[in-house]
């Protein structure tokens, strides 16, 4: 039966992964530091010693981990693994982009591979270069994977969960400044939801603010200041971006004919260019040029002043979304 807990981010993903080796006997949960140390952020933290082991550490190799995992996502068992950074796929792509992702259609839909892939990206105080890139729009490209990037801790316990149901392979990227914030009020125990979806985090008329990812909170503000001077944002989270809620985005859009999007990737080539070209291939007639907020075409810096100056905050939502408001 369903019942309601306190838990922060990384305790509703923990939830979880521990319901999961509960209810599913073929599930494992393996990766670098995640049985006995509990994970890097702390997120399998008591599964090792729950669950014996069927939850383990590896070596540092993200090639056998990814490319171990295919191969047991196809003979019956339903791998959870983590790659502590997004950007540690970079080393193990083929192993995700030619292999898991062509499993059903080598196979001519004899196999599938139900592999579930943890990671984290976004920037934080003292990232590196290699520790702090957005890539989602890396996996978007190929056919066959699936993407969510859970904001709340009741996305980090469902989206979890309804990856790991999943029948194809799913990445699920989440965001370390979020995984020991405040605690949440986090629905535990119910039916497990099928993947895709939106949240409407604000109903509005005047324009359509899309995002996804931890930087969906200074869209959210960004609206709010807006409201107070009299332009009704709708706000749309996108937790799901493989599948993407193209109807919805593409209505709320008609509605309102007028468009930011917003993300933490770069600009060029991020994931928010796929939304215009959605918008202007629909024909739908813009009151005003829609705009992207993102990071400009640079390395992200370790300096935590630094970063703040080229990762959207609030304030350059609100210009984007006054910009959009203001003209037409």
Known sequence: MPETRK??????ANAALRRALDDWPEVLVYGEDVGVPGGVFGVSKGLRKQFGDRVFDTPIS???ILGSAVGAAMFGRRPV???????FFLVALDQVVNQAANVRY???GRLTAPLTIRTQQGTAPGSC???SQSLEAFFLHTPGIRVCMPVTAQDAHDLLLSSIACDDPVVVI???????GGKQEVSVGGPVAPIGGLRVRRPGTTATAVTWGSISQQVLVAAETLASEDHDVEVLETPWLDPFPWDEVLASVARTRRLVVTHEANRTGGFGAEVLARVAEAGIELAAPPVRVAVPDLRLPAAPGLAAAVVPAAGDVADALR???TTG
């Open 323 to 325: 910009r959009v408001t």
């Open 81 to 87: 693994v983590e790659i502590m950074w997004t950007d």
């Open 7 to 12: 838990l922060s981010y990384g305790e509703a």
């Open 174 to 180: 989440e965001n370390r400044t979020l995984y020991h």
């Open 129 to 131: 270069a290699q520790h």
């Open 62 to 64: 993200e090639s056998a």
């Open 106 to 108: 080598v196979s001519e």
